[in-house]
């Protein structure tokens, strides 16, 4: 168990629709990053957020928004969501704004239909 | 970012001991080495990092040559739960993200 929760763990949507996938960080970890991993693409980078602060922007689309609150949980924000759009997404923490070594959660698996 | 690069596959027998590779020539002088684990459907998990010579845990070891421009994650006497990716990671002391590549599938046959 690395200390990183997501939820929810299974989500089934339709195309068009907007989801929002939750991750709670290891306690005291002020650092979340987002990673979406597909079969075709691996893992990507999305984004990472120290302290409430987006720090890092990766491959992200503008339909995906997400943000880090007071209390340090983040949440991933999916609109317009599209097929392609089916895949694994990580959340992972740690506790400094600088990588360091990261802690992944148990992934959040979306599919749309 | 710098580029690594390893091998898409690996097969190996439980209780060898199984070496695998990456290439890093356009390393940084402040990048360090990072190997994580990945089963399926689970999200990667930490092994080791290194920053030259020889690092070792309770799980690996990684060795790294004086020029630094490849490394070499060991696994002594694999089990079939050893069968995962193993991604190699350049990690920056100023970098905000981690990159993963492709990694290595390696497969333990019993």
């Known amino acids: 168990d690395s200390g990183v929760t997501q939820t929810p763990k299974h989500l089934i949507t339709a195309t068009g629709q907007r989801v929002t996938l939750r991750c709670s960080p290891r306690?005291?970890?002020?650092?979340v990053y987002w990673y979406q991993q597909s079969l075709d693409q691996g893992l990507q980078f999305l984004i990472q957020?120290?302290?409430?602060?987006?720090?890092a922007k990766g491959n992200i689309l503008e339909r995906f928004s997400a943000q880090q609150f007071p209390d340090l949980h983040s949440e991933l924000n999916l609109s317009s969501l599209e097929l392609g759009d089916s895949a694994l997404y990580f959340c992972?923490?740690?506790?400094?704004?600088?990588?360091?070594?990261?802690?992944f959660g148990e992934g959040s698996r979306l599919t749309v239909l | 970012l710098a580029k690594t690069t390893q091998p898409i596959s690996m097969d190996s027998y439980e209780g060898q001991e199984v070496n695998i590779t990456c290439s890093h020539n356009?390393?940084?002088?402040?990048?360090?080495i990072t190997w994580y684990q990945q089963f399926p459907s689970q999200g990667p998990r930490f092994i080791i990092q290194?920053?030259?010579t020889k690092v070792t845990n309770e799980v690996a070891s990684l060795f790294i040559p004086a020029d630094r421009k490849s490394s070499t994650l060991s696994l002594p006497r694999v089990s079939l739960s050893d069968t995962a990716v193993y991604y190699c990671?350049?990690?920056?002391?100023?970098?905000?993200?981690?990159?993963f590549g492709s990694g290595t599938q390696l497969t333990v046959l019993p």
């Open positions: 990671l350049l990690r920056s002391g100023s970098a905000r993200q981690l990159t």
């Open positions: 957020y120290y302290n409430g602060e987006e720090r």
């Open positions: 992972a923490s740690s506790g400094g704004p600088n990588t360091g070594e990261l802690f």
């Open positions: 306690s005291g970890d002020l650092s």
């Open positions: 356009n390393i940084a002088t402040n990048d360090y």
């Open positions: 290194g920053y030259k």
